[in-house]
């Protein structure tokens, strides 16, 4: 199976063999492996270096991996049961002037990027969900107000897609698919493809 | 100058040197790397891939260069004239379902992200503003009803900090700084410490 990046232009192989499995395989991720990937996030950028971004941790089946696991939307139960570590993403709404933030579900993502790519690096894979309900998320770990559940990630050691759900083996095998460039660098007007590319 | 990410656990060098100057040296950047950096935005992740990202690039004082620094705050006009690319990043509000998108910023996020990665690969610098004016980039650039200019980026080789005005140098020299681990790496609860890191 390969699911590496169809690239227009070269990229480095970090980039373009990462992509969001839904088979993981029955192996336990290294400690140090996490805290690796979790450094990557800590230095990621930030608007006034405000670093909005928090994460609650669960791993190896812990009362944390359990309440996270009970936020998910049924069909990602299904498939994310096998991954051995699950993080749930919180952003802080008000900056430190006391402001509602327009960009720290940027700066989250920014974050989170660092963290695949540090992820990539160890041979881990990571896969995000937006289905999830923040509401539970808030609830079961307390996230005081001014906070919010923004992302789950699964992440762990690739598995074979045999050991998913029929319905989920399809897309697993599938190649990766993404809208070419000319229809998102532009120049002189939105809309008007760059000469760059 | 060692501005190399001062870090509790080891992660990658493209992520430890990754830094956003101010000074950028007067060197054009290759149209090689600017399409690999543009490549590696391309193939980030994003809900549902919706890849709501979009992309407008200035380089070599060409008219989209000078447009986008005419959106820029006075105090971010006074070192991105150094840089030789200036880029907007816009995102698009509303998702395939016509409904209100609550991850659109956080995944363009991630994608200017994979951006920095493959810079910081090809020797190349990216600093991230959010001192523009939008409403100006909007109107400058025909950003359609539904998108929203999010940040400008500043992308060049690094130059020297005397080239920058003195109330710029320090910050430029100053080592680096992020919260610990222990105040955004959760378990069981909202603010109480990981036993992973």
């Known amino acids: 199976m390969n699911k590496k990046a169809n690239t227009t ?27 690796s990937i979790l450094e990557a996030a800590r ?20 009362a944390t991996y359990q309440k996270i696991f009970e936020t998910l939307v049924e069909f990602n139960q299904m498939w994310a049961k096998n991954a051995p570590v699950l993080i749930i993403s919180v952003g802080k709404q008000i900056n430190s002037k006391d402001e509602p933030s327009s960009i720290f579900k940027y700066d989250v993502g920014q974050s989170v990027a660092h963290l695949t790519f540090q992820a990539s690096i160890e041979g881990l894979y990571v896969h995000q969900m ?6 539970k998320a808030a609830e079961l770990f ?3 107000e001014g906070y919010e559940a923004i992302s789950v990630m699964s992440i762990g050691y690739i598995g074979e ?19 070419e460039l000319s229809a998102f660098i532009f120049e002189e007007k939105f809309g008007k493809k760059s000469e760059i590319i």
Chains 1, 2 share one sequence.
């Open 9 to 35: 232009y070269p990229i480095n192989d970090i980039l373009s063999k990462r992509w969001s499995p839904r088979a993981f395989a029955d192996k336990v991720v290294e400690k140090e492996k996490l805290q």
């Open 142 to 144: 307390q996230i005081p």
């Open 43 to 62: 230095w990621s950028p930030s608007a006034s270096n405000e670093q909005p971004w928090f994460f609650i941790l669960g791993w190896n089946n812990d």
């Open 130 to 135: 937006v289905g999830f309900d923040p509401d």
């Open 161 to 179: 897609p045999s050991m998913l759900h029929p319905r989920m083996q399809k897309a697993e095998k599938a190649e990766r698919e993404r809208k």
